[in-house]
């Protein structure tokens, strides 16, 4: 099937914190049910490596079969959802050209490979920080904990569009990426970065 095919190098521009529970119950009922099928569900609770983390409420990143750090195709196809979906209200925007967003971007947008290697020298690290909420008891707080993968990590990844009139707004969402950033705690500037085109096929309309 003819398509444009965009590769590209993500490269961290702050540290990016891991968003799979550690828990695999915790993370098959609630995390990786939003996975597209019951393949990517399964593959997403046996690539946690839940035992090899000791807090029940820390987030992780998913691991390849040698143990390395890898972030899901489908990751990078909810990326382009948040970006689209806030990018649609400013005004001239290519995202906001692109009408019921969400079926284009699952029916015509893909992300190759499926395990994305994240590369970075060094060990994958602890970020700690407090979560404040008001409850009828007053006002409690608790102690999150994600892994962290530190500034400068990079990933390599291609989107595969079947519309090629798709390029402009996947490129106007990646730039989005500097920021609003990927992974866990975005609103903190956690998981922002920058990009670069390695090479763009183009299909034919």
């Known amino acids: 099937m003819d398509a444009t095919t965009i ?11 891991g968003t799979a529970s550690a ?3 915790i ?9 597209p099928d019951a393949q990517s569900r399964e593959e997403e609770v046996a690539a946690l490596g839940a035992e090899e983390v000791f807090e029940k409420g820390m987030t992780v990143f998913p691991r390849d079969e ?4 890898i972030a899901w195709d489908y990751q990078w196809k909810g990326f382009l959802k948040d970006a689209f979906g806030s990018l ?3 005004p001239k925007s290519e995202c906001g ?5 969400k079926k284009e971007i699952d029916g ?3 992300v190759e490979p499926r395990q994305i290697p994240i590369q970075f020298p060094g060990e994958v690290g602890i970020c700690q920080r407090p979560l404040r909420a008001q409850t009828a008891q007053g006002e409690r707080v608790a102690l999150a904990s994600s892994e962290s993968i530190p500034a400068g990590a990079t990933m390599e990844f291609t989107y595969r569009l079947l519309l090629p ?7 106007e969402a990646m730039d989005y990426g500097q920021l609003r950033g990927f992974g866990q705690w975005r609103n903190s500037g956690k998981g922002r970065f920058k990009y670069e085109v390695l090479e763009i096929k183009r299909g034919e309309e």
């Open 7 to 17: 590769k590209v190098r993500v490269t961290m521009l702050e540290e990016m914190l």
């Open 23 to 25: 828990n695999p119950e």
């Open 27 to 35: 993370h098959e009922e609630f995390i990786a049910s939003k996975a």
């Open 66 to 69: 040698n143990g390395r750090p």
């Open 88 to 90: 649609k209200k400013v």
């Open 97 to 101: 050209k692109i009408k019921a967003y």
């Open 108 to 110: 015509l947008i893909f």
């Open 165 to 171: 009139s798709h390029e402009k707004a996947v490129l």
